[in-house]
């Protein structure tokens, strides 16, 4: 595919009346080729580029010289072993995400003529809501579209938001902790699924403790740079000490066997227990904490119906998911 835009120069006056004359101006840029650039703002390397796309990464470099030659401009610049965007290459990306932006909104607009939902849609999530919302909302989709194709994909943390404005997946379900900013990538829709309780989780079958009094027992955690794991520490911080991390998982079943075994103590989002009743004893914390559990789609898919069927599929099962989190 091809994106051409040809002028035609015959001549331009200007205010002291000499003439410029000229012929005629075409500039050809491939979609394609512009479709790679922007893989590169967002993926960062030439070798995440190929992966991603199961390209060779001297395929992506060798296509990103030929959309140079026809921008006539220099868009990459040497950085060490890798390469960065010119300023000029950031300018014509800026311009890409709009083209792209319009084109999503092109093919939702043809997708709502259509009289059957169908097609691919690609869900990121984590642990607990893949659980608790995600595959319910599948399996509700599944019902009342059958011809529509699923796919979920379990992810940690915020790399599947950038998978999105990379086009990887149509929506995610992301969360934001406590005193972590919302996201500041652009082009992305988010709206709010509910809010999940955050407790203090020890073994069963004992009294709901304190939080200073656990400083000297192990802690079970998500590891260094995760935003659980940096606000469960500022907690244990601002209750006067410095947890005392045994374990490291961004798994929390393991979180619960380790605790539920009375190896640990830590803290678990209300989510993670769904319709089951709890198996250690949780403590609400003071005050209380909540992580914001969020729907995020591209601005220019955003009411493609699969990704708005996929929407209100999540908005019903998270009703029941807000019910269990109050009680």
Same mark, same amino acid.
């Given at each position: 595919?091809?994106?051409?835009?040809?002028? &035609?120069?015959?001549?331009? @006056?200007?205010?002291?009346?000499?003439?410029?004359?000229?012929?005629?101006?075409?500039?050809?840029?491939?979609?394609?080729?512009?479709?790679?650039?922007?893989?590169?703002?967002?993926?960062? %390397?030439?070798?995440?580029?190929?992966?991603?796309?199961?390209?060779?990464?001297?395929?992506? *470099?060798?296509?990103?010289?030929?959309?140079?030659?026809?921008?006539?401009?220099?868009?990459?610049?040497?950085?060490? !072993?890798?390469?960065?965007?010119?300023?000029?290459?950031?300018?014509?990306?800026?311009?890409?995400?709009?083209?792209?932006? &319009?084109?999503?909104?092109?093919?939702?607009?043809?997708?709502?003529?259509?009289?059957?939902?169908?097609?691919?849609?690609?869900?990121?999530?984590?642990?607990?809501?893949?659980? %608790?919302?995600?595959?319910?909302?599948?399996?509700?989709?599944?019902?009342?579209?059958?011809?529509?194709?699923?796919?979920?994909?379990?992810?940690?943390?915020?790399?599947?938001? !950038?998978?999105?404005?990379?086009?990887?997946? $149509?929506?995610?379900?992301?969360?934001?902790?406590?005193?972590?900013?919302?996201?500041?990538?652009?082009?992305?829709?988010?709206?709010?699924?509910?809010?999940?309780?955050?407790?203090?989780? @020890?073994?069963?079958?004992?009294?709901?403790?304190?939080?200073?009094?656990?400083?000297?027992?192990?802690?079970?955690?998500?590891?260094?740079?995760?935003?659980?794991? &940096?606000?469960?520490?500022?907690?244990?911080?601002?209750?006067?000490?410095?947890?005392?991390?045994?374990?490291?998982? @961004? $798994?929390? %079943?393991?979180?619960?066997?380790?605790?539920?075994?009375?190896?640990?103590?830590?803290?678990?989002?209300?989510?993670?227990?769904?319709?089951?009743?709890?198996?250690?004893?949780?403590?609400?914390? @003071?005050?209380?904490?909540?992580?914001?559990?969020?729907?995020?789609?591209?601005?220019?898919?955003?009411?493609?119906?699969?990704?708005?069927?996929?929407?209100?599929?999540?908005?019903?099962?998270?009703? *029941?998911?807000?019910?269990?989190? !109050?009680?």
């Amino acid at each position: 595919m091809r994106d051409s835009k040809c002028f &035609r120069v015959r001549s331009v @006056t200007s205010s002291d009346e000499s003439v410029v004359t000229g012929g005629d101006w075409c500039v050809m840029y491939d979609l394609h080729r512009l479709r790679l650039l922007r893989e590169l703002k967002h993926r960062g %390397t030439l070798a995440a580029v190929a992966s991603a796309l199961s390209y060779s990464p001297s395929t992506i *470099s060798s296509q990103l010289s030929q959309l140079e030659a026809e921008v006539g401009v220099p868009l990459l610049e040497p950085m060490g !072993r890798r390469v960065r965007l010119t300023p000029a290459a950031e300018m014509l990306v800026g311009h890409i995400e709009v083209i792209l932006d &319009r084109l999503e909104q092109a093919e939702a607009d043809i997708a709502r003529a259509k009289t059957v939902l169908e097609g691919d849609l690609r869900i990121a999530t984590f642990q607990t809501a893949a659980k %608790t919302l995600v595959l319910p909302a599948v399996d509700l989709l599944q019902r009342e579209h059958p011809q529509l194709r699923v796919f979920v994909h379990q992810e940690n943390e915020r790399t599947p938001l !950038r998978a999105l404005v990379a086009h990887e997946f $149509d929506l995610v379900i992301a969360e934001e902790y406590p005193g972590e900013p919302p996201s500041a990538l652009s082009g992305l829709h988010t709206q709010l699924l509910l809010e999940d309780p955050l407790l203090l989780a @020890t073994p069963p079958d004992g009294e709901p403790p304190q939080l200073a009094a656990l400083a000297h027992l192990p802690w079970v955690m998500e590891p260094e740079g995760n935003a659980a794991r &940096r606000w469960a520490s500022a907690v244990c911080r601002q209750a006067g000490f410095e947890p005392h991390v045994r374990y490291q998982s @961004t $798994d929390l %079943t393991f979180h619960v066997r380790l605790i539920e075994a009375g190896q640990a103590v830590g803290f678990l989002p209300k989510l993670a227990w769904g319709v089951h009743a709890p198996t250690v004893t949780l403590t609400e914390l @003071t005050p209380p904490n909540a992580r914001r559990v969020l729907i995020a789609t591209r601005t220019g898919s955003h009411h493609h119906p699969a990704v708005v069927a996929a929407r209100v599929a999540l908005d019903r099962i998270s009703r *029941s998911a807000r019910d269990l989190t !109050r009680s």
